[in-house]
């Protein structure tokens, strides 16, 4: 049975499943939080293990993966684009974004199986796309400066937000953007994004106060989820709704989707009880 240690958290974890995005830090060392959907908290999941810092940084889940770029492995050393093992933190870099620093923005597409990312380094703004291997390609210039990207997987939109905390939507054929609004928060550097496809609801962790928002996906309006209750940066937000888990045979994956749902049931009481 391929569950990962990561989709199998997600089944046990998620509100139906989601009441949890996963953020990742920027902080030495860089570290994976889960961010409560219904109140915004964020609590650490996991430090990674083999990087000094991370800076600036975006993570997304394709197919039970997660992937994180700007991680960097020391002083001087380039920034990385690469996989996150959930139970270790360990990072594994898949390519060094082509000598960019400012890969700030990743979003994950499971009906094409690949990322997009955008390099920030100059004033266009390349929208990229990425293997899960690490090959990557330049679609078009949005010529915007995107702080970070989230992808609905639902009704296949890539949305994006910029420097100057603007919404936009990005056609991923050609890259053009197009505004939809203003999201309300003031200029800052960085918003995390992540859809959460189960639920059709856009998020923003916005790191000028340390809070979870919503996203209205007509205007760019954000709504106060709540705090972090933390003042470390969370300013990559993971999709959540892009998480794919492909069991076989099917015999055992009705198996296995039993034995989860129990130990989903036999933690429950516990997690409601802290609330």
Same mark, same amino acid.
């Given at each position: 049975?391929?569950?990962?240690?990561?989709?199998?958290?997600?089944?046990?974890?998620?509100?139906?499943?989601?009441?949890?995005?996963?953020?990742?830090?920027?902080?030495?060392?860089?570290?994976?939080?889960?961010?409560?959907?219904?109140?915004?908290?964020?609590?650490?999941?996991?430090?990674?293990?083999?990087?000094?810092?991370?800076?600036?940084?975006?993570?997304?889940?394709?197919?039970?993966?997660?992937?994180?770029?700007?991680?960097?492995?020391?002083?001087?050393?380039?920034?990385?684009?690469?996989?996150?093992?959930?139970?270790?933190?360990?990072?594994?870099?898949?390519?060094?974004?082509?000598?960019?620093?400012?890969?700030?923005?990743?979003?994950?597409?499971?009906?094409?199986?690949?990322?997009?990312?955008?390099?920030?380094?100059?004033?266009?703004?390349?929208?990229?796309?990425?293997?899960?291997?690490?090959?990557?390609?330049?679609?078009?210039?949005?010529?915007?400066?995107?702080?970070?990207?989230?992808?609905?997987?639902?009704?296949?939109?890539?949305?994006?937000?910029?420097?100057?905390?603007? @919404? #936009?939507?990005? +056609?991923? /054929? %050609?890259? &053009? *953007?197009? =505004?939809?609004?203003?999201? !309300?928060?003031?200029?800052? $550097?960085?918003?995390?994004?992540?859809?959460?496809?189960?639920?059709?609801?856009?998020?923003?962790?916005?790191?000028?106060?340390?809070? @979870? #928002?919503?996203? +209205?996906? /007509? %205007?760019? &309006? *954000?709504? =106060?989820?709540?705090?972090? !209750?933390?003042?470390?940066? $969370?300013?990559?937000?993971?999709?959540?709704?892009?998480?794919?888990?492909?069991?076989?045979?099917?015999?055992?994956?009705?198996?296995? @989707?039993?034995?989860?749902?129990?130990?989903?049931?036999?933690?429950?009481?516990?997690?409601?009880? !802290?609330?």
């Amino acid at each position: 049975m391929r569950y990962s240690f990561l989709a199998f958290f997600l089944l046990c974890s998620s509100s139906a499943f989601g009441d949890l995005l996963y953020g990742l830090s920027t902080s030495i060392p860089g570290t994976v939080y889960t961010v409560n959907t219904a109140t915004g908290a964020a609590t650490p999941f996991v430090n990674l293990t083999n990087e000094l810092l991370t800076s600036l940084v975006d993570i997304t889940i394709l197919d039970g993966t997660l992937y994180a770029s700007d991680v960097i492995a020391g002083a001087g050393a380039p920034s990385n684009f690469g996989s996150i093992d959930p139970v270790t933190g360990a990072f594994t870099a898949l390519n060094q974004q082509g000598g960019s620093t400012n890969w700030q923005a990743l979003a994950a597409n499971p009906t094409l199986g690949i990322l997009y990312a955008a390099d920030e380094t100059g004033v266009t703004v390349p929208l990229i796309s990425v293997s899960p291997s690490g090959a990557f390609s330049t679609i078009g210039n949005t010529n915007i400066q995107i702080s970070d990207l989230a992808y609905d997987s639902v009704h296949g939109i890539l949305y994006a937000v910029d420097d100057s905390d603007n @919404l #936009y939507t990005v +056609n991923v /054929t %050609t890259a &053009a *953007a197009t =505004l939809i609004g203003s999201t !309300g928060l003031g200029n800052q $550097i960085k918003i995390g994004l992540g859809y959460d496809s189960n639920n059709n609801v856009l998020y923003a962790n916005f790191v000028g106060n340390h809070s @979870l #928002y919503t996203l +209205n996906t /007509t %205007t760019g &309006a *954000a709504t =106060l989820v709540g705090a972090n !209750g933390t003042t470390v940066e $969370i300013d990559g937000l993971a999709d959540f709704g892009v998480v794919s888990i492909t069991p076989e045979p099917a015999t055992i994956a009705l198996i296995g @989707l039993g034995l989860g749902a129990l130990v989903c049931y036999r933690r429950r009481p516990k997690r409601q009880a !802290g609330r």
